[in-house]
Structure formats: structure tokens, C-alpha cells
């Protein structure tokens, strides 16, 4: 059976299959980049039309109650907490995944005095690192790197918090959370996990792994559109010692008392600083509700049914191409990683030929599956359009090799 005609017949029997109609994406489109933008729920439009006609247009301030804007942040974390392990009252939508980091960051160097260091590993996303040495420039952090199989030997007296994206941005690795965990915690340390990559796309359990603080993003899986709000977790153990240090009315006790003085609200809530952005808001809580009620059990088996796929027939029929993420489907995210020394060419050939993936520097092309919408067929095209790219030599033409900001 030919690769045309094996993902025809593995799309047949997906059962996942029905729900690509429920996303605002063309079928002529191979969309493999939903690891960094995901597609578009058909709801999301109507759902923020009916915010701004009727919620904002009509009803005006009035919406801070009827429609309880003022309780989105807490609505929408409660609906992110299946799909991550946590319980509703642990999970906060709010802010972006930088100042995320930054609160609980600081926070988790509070919550340890005596010890600044806070460890991670060299290549982890760029904003986890930065919001660390932003930390260290006003002398309330030292940095630490170690690659990940020295990890456990790099947690001493001095370490604070360990910090982590689960699923590697650039290669897909992904790391055994409860492990880690756990030698942070023997070690004295706090854990904080970046899910930016994880969420909505691979199995997470943050209370079976016992750990202590999470960060996320909306646009990637969740599907809540570019630059949505991000969620953070804290454990609940950890509710009454956590002092973040924006300390903004939202996240006051009783913000609507107008006191002078600051008192932080409780739980999970103290997280929040300023006034949510609704209409965004109200677009993640289309993405979130949508994987909700696809399951991430189905949305797992598909992921890793789809990156298999793509895996095998990769190496049969474009050996050129180095996969650099792991060859077990549990121990990597939902992303396939390729090295080849013109992959940033190659990714703007396939982008013509209307197949979105991305790449990332200095030599990575990189392909999503987010699969509550990515066919088998999706998968097949990429290997075969790749393959003819490269034989054909069209990844040489001198348009390809202008780089632009995102891909």
C-alpha cells in the first residue's frame, strides 16, 4: 500500500476524524504548525460577536455581572484544570506566559530564602530563561543550566526552584515530570513546569506529579487564538505562602473596597494583577471547551498516531532529513523535529505549496500535529511534497532563502 493510500484508509477510521469540521481551516491546506498557532473553532466568531453586540454593545458595564466577565479568569482555569491533572480551584487564566513566569518565579525564590539559584537546562525556550536573568539583574536570582541528563546532579542546598518546559520547544523531548519532581523536592527544591507545549496534547498530571507550580499558554492546543491569555497552576498546599510580586487590584482580597493598602486575595486568585481582557477571554474559552469535549485521551492516541505516521514515512522516503526527537511517542510532545542544513528553505518551499509547518534556528524544520484537526492525509502530503522538493531542487529558488521574522 502506497503512503497516499494507507493514511486514506487510517483517516477513514479515525474517530477524531468529525471534529475537523468544527475549526475554521481550508481543506486544501496541510496545517502542521498548530504547535505555535492553533486553528480557528467555527464558534469562536459568534461567540465574541454575541460579547461585543450584546454583552459589551447592549449591555454595556452591566456585563461585569451578568455575563460575570469579572469571573472569566477563574471560569476558564477551572475548564484547563481536566486537561492538565489540577483541580478547578489550582488553575488561573490570566496574562501571558512571561509574566506568568516571572510572578511565580519570584515567588518560589521568596517561599526559599537562603537559596537563589534557580536551575534549568541551556536551550529551553528563550522567555523562561530571560525572565530569570531579569530576576538575577535586580540581585533576587542566580541562573543555573544543566543539560538534561545532569539535571539531578546539578539540585543542591543552593537550588530554589527548578524550573522546565515539559515538552522541548525545539526538539519535542519531554521530560519525566515526576521524576524531576521528586529529586527537586529530596533536594530541598520547588518545581516550576512550562506547558506551553504540553497542554491540550499530551498526557499532564500535575497532582500525580506532586508539582508545585505550572505555566501555559492558550494559543498553541487550546486554540484561543494569536497572543490569548495563558493559565497558571499553583498546588493548593502552596495557596496561603505564595506572594506574588504584582500586586495588582485584581488580585487584591476585595478590589472593589478601594483600600490603599494591599491584601491578597485568596488561593490561586492572588495570581491575577490587572483588569482580564474578555474579548480575549472569551475566544480561549471556545478552544478550551472544544478540547474539553473532544478528551485528551482521544486527542493523545491521535497525536501519537499521526506523529508515528509521519515518523516511519520520513525515514523511508526523505532519509536526508535527521529526526532529532525521540523515537518513543511517549517520551516526546506532539511535534516532530527534522535537522537539515537548508530546513529553513525546505520550510518555505512546503509553506508554497500551501503546507504550514515552521522552522527554528539554526537548522531545525519543525511539524506540529494538533489532532483534533490534522488528517493522516495532511501527513503523507508533507512527505511526499518534501520529497519532490528536494529532487526537484525548488528549495534553491532565491526567494526562499529570505528570512523573515516568524519562520
Request: charged fraction near 20%.
Amino acid at each position: 500500500m502506497d503512503l497516499e493510500a494507507k493514511a486514506a484508509t487510517l483517516d477513514a477510521a479515525d474517530p477524531l476524524a468529525r471534529w475537523r469540521s468544527e475549526f475554521l481551516i481550508a481543506d486544501d491546506i496541510a496545517y502542521l504548525d498548530g504547535n505555535s498557532l492553533g486553528a480557528l473553532p467555527k464558534v469562536t466568531p459568534e461567540r465574541l460577536q454575541h460579547a461585543i453586540q450584546q454583552e459589551w454593545g447592549q449591555d454595556l458595564i452591566s456585563s461585569w455581572n451578568t455575563a460575570d466577565w469579572i469571573r472569566l479568569p477563574q471560569t476558564i482555569g477551572a475548564k484547563i484544570a481536566p486537561l492538565i491533572g489540577a483541580a478547578a480551584h489550582e488553575v488561573i487564566a490570566a496574562d501571558s506566559v512571561s509574566v506568568n513566569l516571572f510572578k511565580l518565579i519570584s515567588a518560589a525564590l521568596k517561599m526559599r530564602p537562603g537559596r537563589k539559584v534557580v536551575l534549568s537546562e541551556p536551550g529551553n525556550f528563550p522567555t523562561d530563561l530571560y525572565m530569570v536573568q531579569g530576576l538575577k539583574g535586580q540581585g533576587l536570582a542566580e541562573q543555573r543550566l544543566a543539560e538534561r541528563d545532569a539535571i539531578e546532579d546539578a539540585l543542591d542546598e543552593n537550588v530554589a526552584l527548578l524550573m522546565l518546559t515539559h515538552v522541548h520547544y525545539k526538539s519535542g523531548a519531554m521530560f519525566d515530570m515526576a521524576q524531576l519532581t521528586a529529586k527537586a523536592h529530596e533536594a530541598g527544591a520547588l518545581v516550576l513546569w512550562d506547558l506551553s507545549h504540553s497542554a491540550g496534547a499530551v498526557p499532564v498530571d500535575l497532582n500525580a506529579a506532586n508539582a508545585d507550580f505550572a505555566v501555559g499558554c492558550g494559543y498553541k492546543y487550546l486554540n484561543g487564538g494569536p497572543g490569548a491569555p495563558a493559565f497558571a497552576f499553583v498546588a493548593e498546599r502552596h495557596h496561603s505562602a505564595v506572594e506574588q510580586p504584582l500586586s495588582g487590584w485584581m488580585g487584591h482580597a476585595k478590589p472593589f473596597a478601594f483600600t490603599d493598602d494591599y491584601a491578597p486575595a485568596p488561593g490561586v486568585n492572588r495570581l491575577l494583577c490587572g483588569t482580564p481582557p474578555i474579548l480575549a477571554m472569551r475566544a480561549l474559552e471556545c478552544g478550551v471547551e472544544l478540547m474539553a469535549r473532544i478528551g485528551m485521551e482521544a486527542l493523545v492516541a491521535k497525536s501519537r498516531a499521526l506523529s508515528e505516521f509521519t515518523r516511519e514515512a520520513m525515514a523511508q522516503h526523505v532519509p536526508e532529513l535527521e529526526c532529532i526527537a525521540p523515537e518513543d511517542p511517549a517520551a516526546r510532545g506532539s511535534q516532530l523535529s527534522f535537522r537539515h542544513a537548508h530546513a529553513y528553505e525546505l520550510c518555505q518551499a512546503l509553506i508554497a505549496r500551501k503546507i504550514t509547518g515552521d522552522f527554528r534556528a539554526p537548522d531545525v524544520l519543525r511539524v506540529g500535529f494538533a489532532p483534533a484537526y490534522v488528517r493522516f492525509a495532511d501527513c503523507a502530503r508533507l512527505v511526499s511534497e518534501l520529497r519532490d522538493i528536494l529532487d526537484s531542487g525548488e528549495w534553491q529558488k532565491p526567494e526562499y532563502a529570505e528570512r523573515g521574522a516568524v519562520t
